[in-house]
């Protein structure tokens, strides 16, 4: 008996190979999908329940050829594709152009092959273990999968179909693209800029207090008789309620505080003892990934979401596309038995750490994404498995086993501080690790960290030593970076985890967003044109209400409780007739910057404008003049190292920000960070 297992990748059909080690198993990859919607046309047939026409992808004809042979000399054929949508996506198109299928959409019907047996086998993790028990287990295509999948694409293509030529039209850029969630997405990071510039910084002051001798407390002003020093503002933003905080001390009132504070006497008004339990966080979903992989590692969502597909097809970690907390007992188990050993007992819950999912759809067959072994961390493979594969390998890895840690307890100590005459409030925290907990796999650093607490009482008198001011001003909404993005998204119900990362990267290749030194998001004129436009001619459906309501229909779908036909229709119908109002609507959308440049042929002021490649400088006179230059940014004060010529900002094909010489290529300095380079042109070591 001969069997052909089908994956999509190179990288996982080897760790296949090698797991299963079998002369009669043949294991194929597709290299992805083979079958897709042309590019040339709509494809869609909105009067026959959005019926699409798929053709076999030109660069996949050899592919396809192999997998027909491969197929036709095999007994039993395995569709062994990611368990998600997508994946069961791919074994249809699989199982189609094998001949498996009978199309009558939008249903399907398997055909029974004299001969040949097809099965689907679904695992979460590629080890020995879960591929013998998926094989000893198949299933059968799941249609409510496949149809989920379909839906969103169909509905993606119409978005995009008639929205890109409609910028086109407007815009007279025939490389703009449009989308559906990707629209919404750049709208917050607009939106955001908008509110940044609406804000007023405003100034104020902090006072801090020194008090005791041998060991010296510092003590925040909290309270002026019974008013307290700090306020909450809270304003409406576009994403929901932002708030800061500040204080009623500014120029006017500081002269007259510290002066009262410096004359008055003080005493300890409480010292107040309380012991918290801070328990473990929940192991990650696909988003929480990105988010901690951000904020620890500095890692793009695509750069996580790529070193998490190599780590999973290595067979290191279970499916990285997730939404649910669930762990298995097995690892459970094995993970309880580590921190046993590891640690100890104590370390140790009585019970194993549940978790509530968040998301509505979990689901709970899936698991969070951990590690297949409780090896704490793996060793560099050259290219396979580099030094960032190994960091978020162990970020995975701690997150799971923490999760199923003890919580660690803390003692938090907070001494109160009055003034006897003007009663100025003076507030100070310390804290001190009683048991870490899983703080000691998670940050040990913290847990090690010992800070004296110092031994007074209440009632007892206590000198001032000093007092300390800084200067403060209050801070307009942060921008997105890719972790908070991905938050807001997540949290407005736009989107799915696994289309983050394709998203973000689309509005920063299609020049919508740059990424900012501090990797935020900053819209360029260009997208900041794109949203205004597209939110306002198509409130009804670019909004966040209407795009999380189309994913809980694509949801519903993939739960067999609604079907395609009832999902798009309704969308259709609206966004239908607002696309024929607009294409009739003749006005265009100029996307251009102004400066104070001239042109050096003919006098008349140079703008800034756009193209597929970035930013250019061009005369105002075209088309009788066409004088253009490179749009290059100069980085101030810093020079090139090696000849002295100005550093300037330079992007990769990827849109990834360099630095380098303005004398390129005759000078090749390069560097992919800025603080590495003195002002004076000197490298940093």
Known sequence: MKSLIIVESPTKAKTFGKILKSEDTVVFATMGHIRDLPKSKLSIDV?????????????????????KKLAKNSDTIYLATDSDREGESISYHIAYI????????????????????????????????????????????????VKAQQARRILDRIVGYELSPLLWKKMGKYWLSAGRVQTVALRFIVEREKE?????????????????????????????????????VKLKLFAGDYSYTRTIINNKNIKKILSEIKEDSYKVLDVAETITKKQPAPPFTT??????????????????????????????????????????????SQARNFISKRFSKDHVPQTPNFFKNKSKNAQEAHEAIRPTKLTPTIEPQGRTITKRHVKLYELIFKRAVASQMSPAKIKNIRIKILGNKYKYLFSSSFQKVLFGGFLDLINPDFVKKTSAIPQVKKDSNIKLIEIETEDKKTMPPPRYNDASLIKVLEKSGIGRPSTYAPIIYLLQQKKYVEKSEKKQFVPTVLGI?????????????????????????????????????NILSPFYKTFKKDVEKRKNDKTKIQVEEKTDEKCPKCGAPLVI???????????????????TKPFITYVKDVVCPKCGGRIVVRRTRKGKRFYGCENYPKCDFSSWKLNTINKKGEKKS
């Not at 004299?114 to 295509?141: C, M, N, S, W, Y």
């Not at 006072?207 to 309270?223: C, D, P, R």
């Not at 436009?533 to 909004?543: K, T």
């Not at 966040?544 to 779908?557: C, H, P, Q, S, V």
């Open 98 to 145: 094998l001949g498996f299928i009978k199309e009558n959409w939008p249903e399907f019907k398997l055909i029974q092959k004299k001969g040949k047996d097809l099965k689907r086998i679904v695992f979460h993790e590629i080890t020995k273990e879960a591929l013998e028990e998926a094989i000893k287990k198949p299933i059968t295509l799941r249609a409510h999968l």
């Open 287 to 332: 988003s929480m990934m990105q988010q901690e992989a951000f904020s620890k590692l500095g890692l793009s969502s695509r750069a996580t979401m790529r070193l998490a597909q190599n780590l999973y097809e290595a067979g290191l970690i279970t499916y990285h596309r997730t939404d649910s907390f669930y762990l298995s007992p097995k690892f459970i």
């Open 529 to 565: 044109k794109i949203s205004d436009y597209l939110s306002s001619a198509f409130p009804d459906i670019l909004n966040i209400g209407f795009t999380a309501k189309m994913e809980d229909g694509l949801d519903k779908i993939a739960k067999d409780k609604e079907t395609i036909s």
């Open 47 to 67: 009067e026959k329940d959005f019926k699409p026409t798929y053709i076999n992808l030109k660069d996949k004809n050899k592919i396809i050829t192999e997998l």
């Open 609 to 627: 404008k756009f193209s597929r490649f970035g930013k250019f400088y061009a005369c105002t006179n075209f088309p009788k003049c066409k004088f």
């Open 196 to 232: 940044r510039n609406k804000f007023k910084q405003e100034e104020y002051k902090q006072i801090f207090g020194v008090f005791g001798e041998n060991l010296k407390i510092k003590a925040q002003l909290k309270q002026i008789g019974d008013k307290q020093v700090s306020e909450t």
